[in-house]
């Protein structure tokens, strides 16, 4: 079956510091796949998405580039800041067809605090 | 637009009790997911709608978890005979599948079963 494996955390920087969360995954085809995000206190909210091998995803500074020959998602921020303090979940999804379609196997999230 | 939303947001109840917990989601969207967030067990897939069908049930834990949905738009999700490893938070999200696979989550239910 599908799996995805994430860097554990909890990972602590320094603002502005480079930030790299790694992410693997298992998955038969040509899954689609994901960063969410999980401030404190809210819901879960798509951070970037990927849907083919070299894609790469980027919003608010974060970016991740699916590559298939490593399975991996890996997510990476140039300089942190301390409102990105939150929780990362990698996930993929299978694409169109079939009995499944849509549905997200995550990772286990990796916590980030970023202090001052 | 309004988002994805759920109710309530909290719920408190005591073991071997039945629960509902609602899910609405973004208008025009055609399908529904839901999953369970728990310590121990992470981020679980549990049910999908496409309409008003259930093409995949497999992540329902037993036969005490259901869900229905009606109208193509609201779902419901009932526990019966509440167990406290039920304990958890209980998330919905729908996705315009035809456009893609991303899917939009609503805030969720907290149910702890005492």
């Known amino acids: 079956g599908n799996s995805v494996t994430q860097m554990e955390g909890p990972v602590t920087l320094s603002e502005e510091a480079f930030l790299t969360i790694n992410c693997t995954y298992t998955a038969t085809g040509y899954p689609s796949l994901f960063w969410y995000v999980q401030y404190p206190g809210e819901g879960l909210q798509l951070l970037l998405k990927?849907?083919?091998?070299?894609d790469k995803g980027s919003n608010k500074g974060f970016e991740a580039t699916y590559r298939k020959e490593t399975t991996s998602f890996h997510l990476e921020k140039g300089s942190v800041q301390v409102s990105d303090s939150a929780v990362y979940f990698c996930?993929?999804?299978?694409?169109?067809?079939?009995?499944?379609?849509?549905?997200?196997?995550f990772g286990q999230g990796t916590i980030l605090t970023v202090h001052p | 637009g309004a988002g994805v939303s759920q109710s309530p947001s909290n719920k408190v109840t005591e073991k071997g009790k039945d629960v509902e917990l609602r899910c609405d989601p973004i208008?025009?969207?055609?399908?529904l997911y839901w999953y369970r967030q728990s310590l121990g067990q992470g981020l679980e897939f549990l049910i999908y709608?496409?309409?008003?069908?259930?093409?995949?049930k497999s992540g329902l834990p037993s036969d005490r978890f259901s869900a229905e949905r009606t109208g193509g738009s609201v779902s419901t999700l009932t526990i019966q005979r509440t167990q406290q490893e039920d304990s958890a938070v209980y998330l919905c999200?729908?996705?315009?599948?035809?456009?893609?696979?991303?899917?939009?989550f609503g805030p969720g239910t907290r149910l702890t079963v005492t």
């Open positions: 990927a849907t083919k091998a070299d």
């Open positions: 999200a729908s996705s315009l599948a035809r456009t893609g696979p991303e899917q939009y």
């Open positions: 709608f496409q309409g008003n069908s259930a093409p995949d």
């Open positions: 208008s025009g969207h055609t399908a």
């Open positions: 996930a993929l999804s299978q694409g169109a067809g079939g009995t499944s379609y849509g549905k997200l196997t």
